[in-house]
């Protein structure tokens, strides 16, 4: 108990009565008990009553040294106390388990295939007659005209693509020898009426009954090319949708198993319903826009790589939702 002893002989000395100071001592050490002669804190001296004059400036003492404090504070830390060691209980929280990290990689995975799919230039492809090779997007033509083998029918293809691909705001390029030219559907659909009835014009011999039909031709020809620019519009503005959805799903999904809990449970703890929705947006965007295509039976057009691309995002996105349900199924079981 000598260290018990050293405390309650620190405490009188500090200024503290020897009550308090066994009662704190008591507080570390309960069974303690004041060895006898233990130093007693005196009571403070009563001040006798003097003249102020007998009073030198000098002789002034601190009031913290003629009595204890009234606002008795706890003993300080840096008095020797003892230290009960005790065991704190360790939790080992499980991480993010195979499943919960196979649906990341899932969503994350739909996320840049819908991104893709977005901007891929081929969702239709097609061979014409004589070698031109046709791609559509969503909103985007390519036109190919590498396939054709003879010189001539080479040129005129160059210069007919060069004219279709030009926007209607600027002037189409003269003697191109590019083979492959982009442009925007909306435009090649305008550009393709413009050529037709100066074609038809000139061809005519001024015939005016000539130039009538051909302009009306061009303009049902137009009217039924701008059905696939609507189509395109409808599908990639629900792909936009889907892809928003997944990119929102992903993020739920990250936060919470890297430790960031800046969102609310009861989201993240539904967000699988979000990863499936987002499937089925993107999957339903595909459907829009092929449901939306002119019925053209003679079409030599086909689905191609943007198409399936789309198509596998969305069913990624599915399948996350599905892992992220039989993930909380195994937790709870």
């Given at each position: 108990?000598?260290?018990?002893?050293?405390?309650?002989?620190?405490?009188?000395?500090?200024?503290?009565?020897?009550?308090?100071?066994?009662?704190y001592?008591?507080?570390?050490?309960?069974?303690?008990?004041?060895?006898?002669?233990?130093?007693?804190?005196?009571?403070?001296?009563?001040?006798?009553?003097?003249?102020?004059?007998?009073v030198?400036?000098?002789?002034?003492?601190?009031?913290?040294?003629?009595?204890?404090?009234q606002?008795?504070?706890?003993?300080?830390?840096?008095?020797?106390?003892?230290?009960?060691?005790?065991?704190?209980?360790?939790?080992?929280?499980?991480?993010?388990?195979?499943?919960?990290w196979?649906?990341?990689?899932?969503?994350?995975?739909?996320?840049?295939?819908?991104?893709?799919?977005?901007?891929?230039?081929?969702?239709?492809?097609?061979?014409?007659?004589?070698?031109?090779?046709?791609?559509?997007?969503?909103?985007?033509?390519?036109?190919?005209?590498?396939?054709?083998?003879?010189?001539?029918?080479?040129?005129?293809?160059?210069?007919?693509?060069a004219?279709?691909?030009?926007?209607?705001?600027?002037?189409?390029?003269?003697?191109?020898?590019?083979?492959?030219?982009?442009?925007?559907?909306?435009?090649a659909?305008?550009?393709?009426?413009?050529?037709?009835?100066?074609?038809?014009?000139?061809?005519?011999?001024?015939?005016?009954?000539?130039?009538?039909?051909?302009?009306s031709?061009?303009?049902?020809?137009?009217?039924?090319?701008?059905?696939?620019?609507?189509?395109?519009?409808?599908?990639?503005?629900?792909?936009?949708?889907?892809?928003?959805?997944?990119?929102?799903?992903?993020?739920?999904?990250?936060?919470?198993?890297?430790?960031?809990?800046?969102?609310?449970?009861?989201?993240?703890?539904?967000?699988?319903?979000?990863?499936?929705?987002?499937?089925?947006?993107?999957?339903?965007?595909?459907?829009l826009?092929?449901?939306?295509?002119p019925?053209?039976?003679d079409?030599v057009?086909?689905?191609?790589?943007?198409?399936?691309?789309?198509?596998?995002?969305?069913?990624?996105?599915?399948?996350?939702?599905?892992?992220?349900?039989?993930?909380?199924?195994?937790?709870?079981a």
């Amino acid at each position: 108990m000598a260290d018990a002893q050293s405390y309650h002989d620190g405490l009188v000395a500090q200024g503290y009565s020897a009550d308090q100071a066994l009662a704190y001592t008591r507080q570390y050490y309960p069974d303690f008990t004041p060895a006898a002669g233990a130093p007693v804190a005196a009571a403070p001296a009563m001040p006798e009553a003097v003249q102020p004059a007998a009073v030198a400036p000098a002789a002034a003492q601190p009031m913290a040294q003629t009595m204890p404090a009234q606002a008795m504070p706890q003993p300080l830390a840096t008095q020797t106390m003892p230290t009960q060691a005790t065991a704190q209980p360790t939790v080992t929280g499980e991480g993010p388990s195979m499943l919960g990290w196979g649906a990341v990689g899932l969503i994350a995975m739909a996320l840049l295939l819908s991104m893709v799919a977005q901007f891929n230039g081929a969702w239709l492809t097609g061979d014409v007659e004589g070698g031109l090779q046709i791609s559509s997007g969503l909103s985007s033509v390519t036109y190919d005209c590498s396939g054709i083998g003879e010189e001539a029918n080479q040129s005129i293809c160059i210069s007919s693509s060069a004219y279709l691909s030009t926007p209607m705001d600027e002037t189409p390029p003269e003697n191109s020898t590019e083979m492959v030219h982009k442009g925007t559907q909306a435009g090649a659909c305008d550009r393709f009426e413009e050529l037709t009835v100066n074609m038809a014009t000139a061809l005519s011999g001024g015939n005016q009954t000539v130039i009538d039909e051909a302009t009306s031709a061009a303009a049902d020809a137009k009217a039924e090319c701008m059905i696939s620019v609507e189509a395109g519009s409808k599908g990639g503005t629900w792909l936009w949708i889907g892809t928003v959805l997944a990119l929102v799903c992903t993020v739920m999904a990250v936060l919470p198993k890297v430790g960031v809990d800046a969102i609310p449970s009861v989201v993240t703890d539904n967000a699988r319903w979000g990863n499936m929705l987002a499937g089925v947006v993107i999957v339903l965007a595909v459907l829009l826009w092929r449901s939306a295509l002119p019925d053209d039976p003679d079409s030599v057009m086909g689905a191609s790589i943007g198409v399936y691309i789309a198509v596998v995002a969305g069913i990624m996105a599915i399948a996350s939702g599905v892992l992220e349900v039989l993930d909380g199924r195994s937790g709870q079981a």
